[in-house]
């Protein structure tokens, strides 16, 4: 009983001596949620790493959520530089209602790996745990496991493939619901000890065992087992680094990957980019060092990294292996197969949906001008042009006579109002002739009974050309 505490309390002591290299540091997850809640950045990567774990439920803000019906869930931690590692601890989400096998948080669990690699590529990793015989009542809510690695990346991660059998109680998708994941080691390199305070013994050993301090790899240039031996061989062509272990990236020649540090030196081939050639090209380029554009590709995933060529087809509009060429005139839609309706102008068909910009054909109408209008629309809108012309030209013509009427009486009117203003001015001086002939003589003459005849003559007709009026 006291040894098994004595290996227990030495256990723990060791455990508070390492350091968590793992805290703050960069994290990344393969399916990050995108169903509803208040926040996604409550459920980010980071969030297992940020060193809170004083609320395991999925909005507490310290925990990372997985996206729904997955068969596959990868999580990583960057270490950021390659880092010798003791243990690690994961802390998994349990809600509200605790960790009990009747809820979905242990079923996805089960059947969890643990790696340590120094690249973002799994496979390239070493395996540091891997769950095969957890239950639903068995697995623990927080997990530790020693991994004795050296490595910058550790991955937690979990499958339920398609077609593959699981044991009872396995979820039927995977998740990577962390809340904690600690891992425990020394911060810098070339040290071991429970304090991280030994150097390695062998002066060109680059990792050394973290408790034992045996050489897990030499610097460059170095090899044997206590990393003693100076000029090794190269590696064989396509492997590099300590032990040859690494495999070199897309070089344009495998032989020239360096066999130290696997840069190529040549560059990479099309499609690949980065120092050792590892990382294809960002969405939307293609080619020799990923500087040409991809074409209008029907899904812009699609665009093969190497060449550019479209693997689902070309979005509607567009032909060619590239998908860069606009359908010729006359044409339109997916592959251009569509033919162009009766456009006035066929250059103006647009080329996605067949629209004619400018209209169509007459005879045609819609908005492709493929309808064809029929004789009888035809001649009722030319009637309807003819009875039109008739109508104007009705209206014009009433116009004019209307006119001509209005001129007329206005003629009539002014004269009638003319003729009694000068009839007035004759009464006046005919009156004024008469005052004067009674001062002087009163006298009766052949020329006075004339010019009394006239004027009596004259207002007898004004007086019925008045009664007329």
């Excluded at 270490?79 to 209602?97: D, P, Q, W």
């Excluded at 009872?168 to 810098?188: I, K």
């Excluded at 170095?222 to 272990?245: D, N, S």
């Excluded at 103006?348 to 009888?376: A, V, W």
Aim: proline share 4%; hydrophobic share 25%; aromatic share 10%.
């Amino acid at each position: 009983m006291s040894t098994t505490l004595f290996i227990h309390l030495g256990f723990i002591v060791s455990s508070f001596a390492y350091e968590n290299i793992a805290l703050k540091k960069p994290a990344y997850q393969q399916y990050p949620y995108t169903g509803p809640g208040p926040a996604n950045h409550l459920v980010e990567a980071s969030n297992a790493v940020d060193g809170l774990k004083t609320n395991l439920s999925i909005w507490g803000g310290q925990c990372v959520l997985s996206d729904n019906h997955k068969q596959t869930a990868t999580w990583w931690v960057n270490l950021t530089i390659i880092l010798s590692i003791h243990h690690v601890r994961i802390y998994y989400r349990t809600e509200v209602y605790g960790w009990v096998p009747e809820s979905d948080f242990p079923s996805r669990f089960l059947g969890f790996s643990v790696y340590v690699s120094n690249t973002t590529d799994i496979l390239q990793g070493t395996v540091c745990y891997k769950d095969t015989n957890f239950t639903l009542d068995s697995i623990p809510q927080m997990f530790n496991t020693t991994c004795p690695l050296h490595g910058q990346y550790v991955f937690f991660y979990n499958e339920r493939l398609a077609n593959v059998s699981y044991p009872v109680g396995y979820s039927h998708f995977a998740y990577n619901d962390l809340c904690e994941v600690e891992v425990f080691g020394c911060p810098t390199p070339g040290l071991y000890g429970s304090n991280c305070s030994i150097p390695c013994p062998d002066p060109n050993c680059r990792y050394c065992h973290i408790e034992t301090g045996t050489c897990q790899g030499c610097k460059p240039g170095y090899q044997g087992h206590r990393c003693e031996l100076v000029g090794i061989a190269e590696c064989p062509h396509g492997q590099y680094g300590e032990a040859c272990e690494n495999v070199c990236g897309q070089c344009i020649d495998p032989s020239e990957c360096h066999h130290v540090h696997g840069t190529c030196l040549n560059g990479c081939r099309p499609g690949f980019t980065g120092n050792h050639c590892s990382q294809t090209c960002e969405f939307g380029f293609y080619g020799d060092q990923c500087t040409q554009e991809c074409g209008n590709c029907h899904n812009q995933t699609n665009c093969r990294h190497t060449n550019g060529s479209c693997a689902s087809g070309c979005d509607v509009g567009f032909h060619g292996d590239l998908c860069k060429t606009e359908c010729e005139s006359g044409t339109y839609g997916h592959q251009c197969e569509e033919k162009c309706g009766h456009c006035k102008d066929l250059s103006k068909c647009f080329n996605t949906n067949g629209l004619c910009l400018t209209g169509c054909q007459e005879g045609y109408h819609g908005d492709l001008c493929k309808t064809r209008t029929s004789p009888k629309a035809d001649e009722s809108v030319r009637n309807g042009w003819q009875m039109g012309g008739y109508i104007t030209l009705g209206v014009l013509n009433m116009i004019i006579v209307c006119s001509l009427v209005y001129i007329v009486i206005l003629r009539i009117f002014r004269r009638c109002t003319t003729a009694p203003k000068q009839e007035m001015k004759r009464d006046n001086l005919n009156s004024a002739v008469k005052q004067k002939d009674s001062t002087e003589h009163a006298y009766t003459n052949r020329s006075y009974v004339e010019l009394s005849d006239c004027r009596n003559g004259s207002e007898i007709e004004n007086h019925e050309t008045s009664a007329d009026v």
